[in-house]
């Protein structure tokens, strides 16, 4: 087991831009992202993970009451998420 998972995350909607094929591989980028920065800051690269979730794990629901998109909840859900696992 890892002592630090960084989890990406996306909104619901699909990728427009040549950047990225899909919400997969644009999460993925993301937690690798913040991977980097503790690589650089000396973590040792065995004790943390990166994940991607893409839109599977939504911290609120993205469309709102009528069906809508609902712009401040896809900001919510576009994030990145640091766990730092004590137990062992």
Not at 12 to 22: K, N, Q, V
């Amino acid at each position: 087991s890892y002592d630090i998972v960084i989890e990406g995350h996306t909104d619901s909607r699909p990728i427009l831009s040549g950047a990225f094929p899909s919400n997969w591989e644009l999460s993925a980028h993301r937690a690798s992202q913040v991977v980097r920065v503790f690589l650089d800051e000396g973590v040792d690269p065995t004790r943390i993970a990166p994940i991607g979730y893409a839109d599977t794990r939504p911290e609120v629901p993205d469309r709102n009451e009528w069906g809508e998109l609902d712009e401040a909840a896809l900001g919510k859900n576009r994030r990145v998420v640091v766990r730092i696992n004590t137990a062992h």
